[in-house]
């Protein structure tokens, strides 16, 4: 009984158009910026749980290991240019191959600046740092981007690995209300 009231109060609203105008009004927005990576500080390993700073030259030893994320999200390349959020989440190393490795990334992308200030986009995938080109899902938002889906192209712009850090290029693709 509970679902018939349901479904004729669904049916009304959907013919009155409550419904079918928010459903329909469906927006793609492409977003371009860069991600200042700096790992070397923030990584653990279960062989010595404390954070402490671990080179990324022995990242085939990373399996396992955790890394904790909260980095700048710049319009350019150059860490002095226009800031437009950070990128605040967990990085695990989730493969046993050296030759391979990657990372599953679950991230939070706030945007503090820019016209998307507000607003944030949850990526949630595999990274394979290695690759040129990699390719993560985004999977929610918050504020403009209620409701998103959609992927992001990531690439790797310029890296310093004895320094840990890596300036990482996000174009990012999503259908959101
Ligand atoms: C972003 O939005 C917040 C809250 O509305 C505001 O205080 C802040 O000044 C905005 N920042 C920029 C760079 O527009
Ligand atoms: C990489 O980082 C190290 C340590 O911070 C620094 O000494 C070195 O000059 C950097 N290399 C390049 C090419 O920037």
Do not use: C, W
Request: hydrophobic share 40%.
């Amino acid at each position: 009984m509970a679902t018939t009231t349901t479904t004729t109060l669904l049916l009304l609203l959907l013919s009155s158009g409550v419904i079918s105008g928010e459903l329909t009004d469906i927006k793609r927005t492409h977003i371009r910026f860069f991600f200042h990576n700096s790992i070397h500080r923030l990584v653990t390993t279960p062989a010595n749980p404390i954070l402490q700073p671990v080179p990324m030259q022995t990242n085939s030893k990373l399996f396992g290991s955790i890394a904790v994320l909260d980095d700048p999200l710049t319009e350019g390349p150059d860490r002095t240019s226009k800031l437009v959020g950070r990128a605040q989440g967990v990085s695990v190393f989730s493969s046993r191959s050296a030759a391979e490795p990657a990372t599953l990334m679950n991230v939070n992308l706030i945007f503090t600046g820019g016209k998307h200030n507000g607003s944030t986009l949850v990526v949630l995938g595999r990274n394979a740092i290695h690759s040129e080109i990699r390719e993560l899902p985004v999977i929610a938002g918050t504020g403009k981007f209620r409701l998103a889906r959609g992927y992001a192209k990531v690439t790797t712009h310029s890296h310093n690995l004895t320094a840990g850090r890596a300036v990482v290029e996000y174009n990012v693709h999503v259908f959101h209300h």
